[in-house]
């Protein structure tokens, strides 16, 4: 059984959102972190991308952190803060024919050139496959080919986003394909893309369940899964052995009065740890 590596990142910069920040402080009550990586507050500073020094500089040292326990034979397991840390989670691991499962309400897939807000929580899966501000892409050693990439739970895209996902090839599933297929046909979409894989990274954006339930995201959009939906598919995607890493990021605790988030999140760590002792 590989030892999981748990790596917590404070970060709130990527999105700019009030109580990102308390994320890993809120978590380490209950998953116990074996590192945290910090954002340097003497790079704060107003940029075009919004605060880009700051989060560049983290997510080095993320990238870092990630590299030396997959390179020790351990499994990353990354916690946030906002989705701009999967730069330096999936960066440390990226090999030849790496492929990403990116579990989120958004598309990510914005550049500076595309993002009216100019936050880079919104740019990280463009940044992987080499597109961006070049302070960003050059953290990518290994970029990720647009074909290894597949999207679900999407129902939120900006219209130059979108646009560029097709330009590149991304494939994403929507949510309104997924209620209209249903839950097998996703698992099965989702199974067919991840046992394909050479080397897979799985990023969990809390934002992709329905805020309902799990209202303790930065940015909810309605209509997104439950766990009697997610649960089920990730238990079948981290029985693979071509798991590399993971990500479980856009925790906002100050939005999470009764914990439910915070417990799927607990439920989601426990699930890999299960699934990796019996690989």
Known sequence: MKTIRKIGVVLKEGCDIEGGQ?????????????????????????QDPLYLDAVVDLNEHLKKSVKEAYDRGEFPLVFGGDHALAIGS??????AEHAVLWIDAHGDCNTEESSDSKR???MPL?????????ALTKLVDQAVDSKNILLIGIRSLDDAEEALMKQWGVRWLTMEEIRKQGLEWMQNEVMLFARQAKHLHVSFD??????????????????????????????????????????????????????????????????????????
Not at 28 to 46: A, C, F, G, S, T
Not at 126 to 134: C, N, Y
Not at 250 to 269: C, G, K, M, V, W
């Open 206 to 279: 809390c934002d992709s369940m329905d805020p309902m339930h799990y209202p303790g995201v930065n940015t909810p959009v309605r209509g997104g899964f439950v766990s009697e939906e997610i649960l089920p598919l990730l238990e079948a995607v981290l029985s693979l052995d071509n798991i590399s890493s993971m990500d479980i990021v856009e925790y906002n605790p100050t939005r999470d009065p009764n914990l439910d988030t915070l417990y799927l999140i607990q439920a989601i760590a426990k699930l890999l740890e299960t699934q990796l002792r019996r690989n």
């Open 22 to 46: 308390f994320a890993i402080d809120a978590l380490q009550k209950h998953i116990p972190m074996d590192d945290v990586v910090r954002l340097d507050e003497k790079l704060i500073k107003n």
């Open 90 to 95: 999936i960066t440390g691991v990226a090999q």
């Open 126 to 134: 463009a940044v992987v496959q080499g597109h961006g501000h070049p």
């Open 120 to 122: 880079i929580h919104g």
